[in-house]
Every structure is written in structure tokens, then in C-alpha cells.
């Protein structure tokens, strides 16, 4: 990557002088050396071989292995030039596969021990270049008002100067469900709607660039503009009127825009069609828009991807039938229930509405009687979702669809997810009029991430009636009991032979969404103050820092929802003055039966039953690790300092006995500190993750271990874990989740499937 395609930020090349320093470099530089030096000095018997060998290592190299070797420039001076090129040619390369087979065969990978420095290495390189990029974010935030993703960006960086790695990069987005920002929609979007293109194509793509240039250039440059894109606007107006999720949208300028890069396509032979409008709208928001200046290539570019999804990627109508009747066949399937709804509630007309009620079609000119769902999932597909999406959610169905490069699939995968999640809707539509509103309109107000997290779910082949659930924008409520039927009015008394009473059946309710899980009985208290009375009488122990101790790790509050299970590592760093490699290790699993968002731990580990005078400066390192909810990948969630002792200046280091909750923070300790000079402040600048605390306790030792207390007896010192304002959301956030009920051997077990 050069350093321009990184906008020239000199911290992302800094590493590369810092590293040089690093001790556990000189180790494996000082190893790789040697070996390089045992496999050279076979060819330096040459005295012409020797002096061309020693001018490519340099005079440092050569001083420190071979400085018993006579080392003497003029040698070469007695061979021809061209005798002399030849040779040096030769030399270089035996050089590079000396040195390509010391770092290979016979180097790091042969050798436990330089194995080991390299690993140590790595962690030291990593730990710098985290800090500098921590640093460079600190120092861009208050001076860029627009929030930046400083890894997209430098993304972006990487697939400008190397586009060749986003080959490798699609088909493993397609299957996590990315969401692009526009940068990298510039980037992939051409590309993989490109990999559809004919290999004769592609190799015309420039010259057809070049076309769609002139034809902008000669339009613009035409008298006549508004008159030839007159024929266009309306369709464009009729659009953005009718479609309620594309309001935010409408803007004289973006109409303008469109009409002009449908114009384009149209002179290319791509003879204008309705539909057509819906994709202009997708491409020209992220290509084109009244908030950014627009010169003549931007144009000409945006009526060629244009152009490129019409010809390549939008199905035409009779895939769009062959999509849309599988998408019904495997709804039959999945769910009878709600395609029976659907298919009944369409036969039936609303009493407020004539009886010939007409429904729009697609096509923007015909009228037909709408008796069908395929007539409204065959407006979904063909528009590209942009007839029923609002911009956001559309951008990242569009993501998926180009990934997939709009094969069948991902269209059917995406429409049964909207089914799925609409299903609270179409189970209470009473007739056609409903359903058609629930198709049309609905859609638009599904939240993004429940999209995501469903079609993950469909993608899965998980179980389609767990999808309704996932949907959070619907008030679940029960089913009142049904009113039993009214008396038969009086008739007249008209002697009859007796016969049998037939009790009334009670009408059917009509199904609603299902309820919400159970929540557990007892409600959550997110945070306690600390009693500091309460807990006088076990503070008042004064332990010296000779005498052992216990650390205790209670639980973890609140694991966020990207995570699932939980473990805890920890390091007891810096035990004794002047011993730093004297450390204890030890790793943590919560209870089973806990629940999951706030897991307990049962959990003692013994300090110094040596009793040997500890440094009072001593650190516990504790980190979260987690398996991601999506991915299913180990992953850290954050990491923490603890100091057990109270060293304050000029006063006795003393146990800091009790209960404590400790914030959870992002990154590592600030590299620059060695680790025995490290503190128990030395995170304290990391942000913080929030609302992700540990409960610990420091105890005096004892055989037994000591049970904890609950939470919400103020036995925690908690002052420095109290929420803010948007923490407290995030707390009512997870009181009100689904799961909050679910254990960690029940969220273990959805892991795996079980």
C-alpha cells in the first residue's frame, strides 16, 4: 500500500521505524543473521563472488559476521562490465534465496525459539500500531465534524491502490451480511456487477466509458435538454409522489439527475421503460447527489453502472415469474398459515370500498384487480425493493444483492424475510385493502437491523416461524377471550316434534402476533451506589502487602448483543519488585444456570501464600472474551485494570478490601509502559465499552471461600461504573429484550443449534 493511498498519514508508516527498536526484533534479527551467515560463507571462497556479495549486504552486515574476510573493492575493477553485471545478476539472486530460505525451511519455522520471538514480536508491533491508530482517532474526532470510520476509509485506501484483493474479499462478505458505507459502494458495486460481464466485454468496458462521456458532453452541451428529457420527468415525478419510502429523497436536483443518466442509457439503445426510474433513483443516490459537485465523468460513470445493472443484473419479467412462483411454493411450505391468510384476505373486497376496487400495477399504466400476492412480490423484485424500502435499508439490500450477484437466490432469500418479519401485519388484515397496504407500505418500516438478523436467520435454513419474533417495531398483544354467541330472537311458539339443541361453535379470532417470552420475575437493577456504612466493618481489615490474599470474580454486567457466552483471563502482573517474569494466570467460566446478559462466576484465586512483601504496585489484568452472535468467532470484548492495593504517597499500601465494579474498556494497556512499570491507571484513557462492568472482591485469605453478596446489596465500590444518561437507555434496552430470561447453558445451546 503506498503511502498517498493512505491520504499520507505518517503514524500507519511510523511502525516500521518504531519496530527496529523492539528487543524481541534484535532476537529474531540477531538468529536470522546467524543463519544467513552459515549459508553465505560458501560462495565468499570467490574472491569476486565475496566482493559483489559483501556491496549487496552492506558494510554494516559485513563488519559485525565477516570482518575476518578481506574485504577489498578494487578486485572488481579488473573484470569487464558486462562480466561484471552478469555476475552481480547472479549474485542478488543467490542472496534472495538465501534469505527467502532462512525466513522459510531453514529459519523462524525450524526454530522453536525464534517461533517464540516472533510471536512476542508481533504482539509488541501490534500493540504500537493499535496505540498510534487509538491516538490518530483521538486527534481527528474534534476536528472533523462529520464522523469518520477510519477503517473504511484506510479500506478504501487498501482497494483503490490494490483492487485485485476485493476478489478475495466479496465471498466473504456475502455470506456475513456487510453493510457498505458509500465509499466502499463505489469500490465493490462496479466490480461485482462486472463479474456477470463477458470476457470480450470487459475488455471494451473503457471504450463503451468513453461513449457514455460523449453522449453526456453532446447532451448537456444540446439547446434542447429539457426537451429531451421531458418525456422521462413525469415518470420520475409519478415515482417519488407514489412512493411514500423514497420522500426523504425527492429533490429537484435528484430528479434532474436521474432523467439525464436515464437519458444517457436510453441513446445507448436501453429504450427507457418505467421501471427503470426505481434503479436510476438507487444508482444516482450513491453516484450522484445535490450534496457533492458533479463533473462530466461522474455522469458518464453513473449512466454506465446504470446501463451495467439493466443489461446484467435487474431480472427481466419472466425470471421475475419464475422468482416470484418459487418464492410462493416455498412460502406453501414454510408456513401454510400465512400464505393461506394472504391468498383469502386478497379474495375479499372491504364493505367501505366498491366492489370493483382497483389496484395499481407495477407497469405505471394498467390498472388491474389486484387477486394475487405474485402481483405484489413481482413490484418487489422488479423494482430492485426500491418501490417498498426506505434509502438506508435499501443501500444494504442492494449490498447483498450485488454480492450475490443477483443470482435467484438472494432475491428469495431477501422476499421471504419480508414476509416473515410482515407476518404480524398480514395475520390481522380483514380484506384486500389491508393486504395490499401491508405489501406496499409496511416494509418501509422495518428496522434495518431486524432485516439483517433475519435474513441471516433465513440464510441459516432455520426454523421460518421464529422470524415474526424478530420483528420489533409490532405491539404484541393477547387475544381477548371471545364474547359468547347473542340469543336467538323470539319467534313465534309453533308446536314442533323435539330436536336435538346444536350449541353455536364460537367464532374464530383472527390470529394475532404471537406474545413475548416470559421475563424473569424479579426486576433489574442495573446499578447500585456503594454503602459505604454498610460495609464499614469488612473494609476495616488492614492487610500489609507480606500477607496473602484473595481475589474473587463475582460476574460480568451486561453482556452486549453482538455477544453470547462469555469467559474471563486473567494476569496477576508484577508481583515482586525486580521479578517481572513471576506472574499468575487463570481463565474463568460463568455458571450454567446464570443468566446469560449477567452471568455469575464462582471464582477464588490465592496472592502470594509465600508470604513474601509484594510490590504494592501489583496489577490483576483481566480480559472478556466472547463468541460473536453473527460470525460465531471467539472474539475479545474488552480488557481491565485492578490495583488490589491502596499506594497513595506518603501512606502504607494496604488490601483494598470489598466488593468492586470495574468498567470494562476497549484496546490494550498503553504500550509505551513496559510491563513492570505498569499501573492500574494505565487504561483509564481507553474509552469505555458501555454499559460492561466486572464484579471482583479482594478478601484476606482464608481456606473456605467466602460467598458473594448481591448486587444489589451496595457491597460493590460502584461509584466509578455509574451509567450515564445513554447507558440507562441501554439498560431499559436489555430489561426489555427477549432473551433477558435466557440462561447460559439455554444462549450455549442456541449457539450450537441445539
Not at 320 to 336: A, H, N, W
Not at 401 to 410: C, D, R, S, T, V
Not at 670 to 689: C, Q, R, T, Y
Amino acid at each position: 500500500m503506498t503511502e498517498a493511498s493512505v491520504d499520507k498519514k505518517d503514524w500507519f508508516n511510523s511502525y516500521i521505524d518504531q519496530s527496529v527498536t523492539f528487543s524481541s526484533w534484535r532476537k529474531v534479527e540477531a538468529k536470522i543473521s546467524q543463519i544467513l551467515k552459515q549459508n553465505i560463507e560458501k560462495k565468499l571462497m570467490d574472491p569476486v563472488h565475496r566482493q559483489i556479495i559483501f556491496q549487496i549486504l552492506g558494510d554494516d552486515f559485513v563488519n559485525k559476521y565477516f570482518s575476518s574476510y578481506t574485504n577489498s573493492p578494487a578486485v572488481l575493477d579488473n573484470i569487464r562490465i558486462d562480466e561484471k553485471e552478469k555476475k552481480v545478476a547472479e549474485m542478488k539472486t543467490f542472496v534472495s534465496t538465501v534469505i527467502s530460505n532462512a525466513l522459510q525451511k531453514n529459519g523462524p519455522k525450524s526454530d522453536v525459539k525464534v517461533q517464540s520471538d516472533l510471536s512476542a514480536f508481533a504482539e509488541d508491533l501490534q500493540n504500537v500500531v493499535e496505540a498510534d491508530l487509538q491516538e490518530e482517532m483521538i486527534d481527528i474526532k474534534p476536528k472533523q465534524k462529520q464522523k469518520v470510520d477510519l477503517h473504511e476509509k484506510y479500506l478504501t485506501g487498501v482497494v483503490e491502490s490494490e483492487p485485485h484483493v476485493m476478489e478475495y474479499l466479496i465471498p466473504k462478505m456475502n455470506s456475513q451480511l456487510i453493510v457498505l458505507s458509500d465509499n466502499l459502494r463505489h469500490q465493490f458495486w462496479p466490480v461485482c456487477s462486472s463479474a456477470k460481464e463477458k470476457s470480450k466485454s470487459k475488455k471494451n468496458s473503457d471504450k463503451l466509458l468513453d461513449k457514455f462521456t460523449q453522449l453526456y458532453r453532446k447532451l448537456c452541451s444540446s439547446p434542447d435538454l429539457n426537451e429531451d428529457i421531458k418525456f422521462i420527468i413525469p415518470s420520475i415525478r409519478k415515482v417519488y409522489n407514489e412512493t411514500k419510502c423514497l420522500e426523504s429523497l425527492k429533490s429537484e436536483e435528484n430528479i434532474k439527475y436521474c432523467a439525464i443518466i436515464l437519458k444517457i442509457c436510453d441513446s445507448c439503445g436501453r429504450k427507457f421503460q418505467f421501471h427503470f426510474v426505481y434503479y436510476a433513483i438507487v444508482v444516482q443516490q450513491q453516484f450522484l447527489n445535490d450534496r457533492q459537485e458533479n463533473y462530466d465523468q461522474d455522469y458518464a460513470y453513473a449512466a454506465f453502472f446504470l446501463d451495467q445493472i439493466l443489461r446484467l443484473c435487474a431480472p427481466n419479467s419472466n425470471r421475475c415469474i419464475k422468482i416470484v412462483k418459487k418464492i410462493c411454493e416455498i412460502l406453501s411450505e414454510v408456513d401454510k398459515q400465512l400464505h393461506s391468510q394472504i391468498k383469502e384476505k386478497l379474495l375479499m373486497k372491504s364493505s367501505s370500498e366498491k366492489s370493483d376496487q382497483e389496484s395499481r400495477n407495477f407497469d405505471g399504466g394498467k390498472s388491474v384487480i389486484v387477486e394475487s400476492p405474485e402481483i405484489y412480490l413481482n413490484t418487489w423484485i422488479s423494482s430492485g425493493f426500491a418501490a417498498i424500502l426506505k434509502p438506508n435499508l435499501l443501500f444494504f439490500i442492494w449490498d447483498q444483492l450485488l454480492l450475490n450477484k443477483w443470482e435467484n437466490k438472494i432475491l428469495q432469500d431477501i422476499s421471504l424475510t419480508l414476509l416473515g418479519l410482515l407476518k404480524p401485519w398480514f395475520m390481522v388484515a380483514k380484506n384486500q385493502n389491508d393486504i395490499s397496504r401491508v405489501f406496499l407500505e409496511e416494509p418501509s418500516f422495518l428496522y434495518f437491523l431486524d432485516v439483517r438478523n433475519a435474513l441471516m436467520h433465513v440464510q441459516k435454513k432455520k426454523d421460518f416461524l421464529e422470524i415474526p419474533s424478530i420483528n420489533r417495531n409490532v405491539k404484541y398483544f393477547s387475544s381477548e377471550p371471545v364474547p359468547p354467541p347473542p340469543p336467538p330472537p323470539p319467534s313465534r311458539k309453533v308446536e314442533i316434534p323435539p330436536k336435538p339443541v346444536i350449541v353455536p361453535k364460537p367464532p374464530i379470532p383472527i390470529p394475532v402476533a404471537p406474545p413475548k417470552p416470559v421475563k424473569p420475575p424479579h426486576k433489574l437493577i442495573p446499578w447500585v451506589p456503594y454503602n459505604k456504612e454498610k460495609m464499614k466493618e469488612m473494609t476495616s481489615v488492614k492487610n500489609k502487602v507480606d500477607l496473602p490474599f484473595d481475589f474473587y470474580i463475582d460476574s460480568v454486567r451486561f453482556v452486549p448483543d453482538n455477544a453470547t457466552v462469555v469467559k474471563i483471563t486473567g494476569k496477576v502482573l508484577n508481583m515482586y519488585l525486580g521479578q517481572k517474569e513471576k506472574s499468575i494466570k487463570f481463565q474463568v467460566y460463568p455458571e450454567l444456570g446464570s443468566y446469560w446478559r449477567y452471568p455469575k462466576f464462582i471464582f477464588k484465586q490465592a496472592i502470594n501464600v509465600e508470604n513474601i512483601p509484594m510490590n504494592p504496585d501489583v496489577v490483576i489484568m483481566l480480559r472478556v472474551y466472547t463468541v460473536e452472535h453473527y460470525s460465531k468467532n471467539v472474539c475479545v470484548l474488552g480488557s481491565c485494570l485492578f490495583g488490589p492495593y491502596s499506594n497513595k504517597h506518603g501512606k502504607q499500601a494496604t488490601l483494598r478490601v470489598g466488593g468492586h465494579q470495574i468498567r470494562v474498556r476497549h484496546g490494550i494497556p498503553d504500550p509505551d509502559f513496559n510491563v513492570e512499570h505498569m499501573l492500574a491507571s494505565h487504561m483509564d484513557d481507553n474509552p469505555i465499552i458501555p454499559g460492561l462492568t466486572i464484579l471482583v472482591r479482594v478478601l484476606p485469605h482464608s481456606k473456605e471461600p467466602v460467598p458473594p453478596s448481591e448486587y444489589e446489596t451496595n457491597c460493590y465500590r460502584s461509584d466509578l461504573a455509574k451509567p450515564n444518561e445513554s447507558e440507562n437507555k441501554l439498560y431499559k434496552h436489555y430489561q426489555n429484550s427477549d432473551d433477558i430470561s435466557m440462561t447460559v447453558r439455554d444462549k450455549a445451546l442456541l449457539l450450537i443449534g441445539q
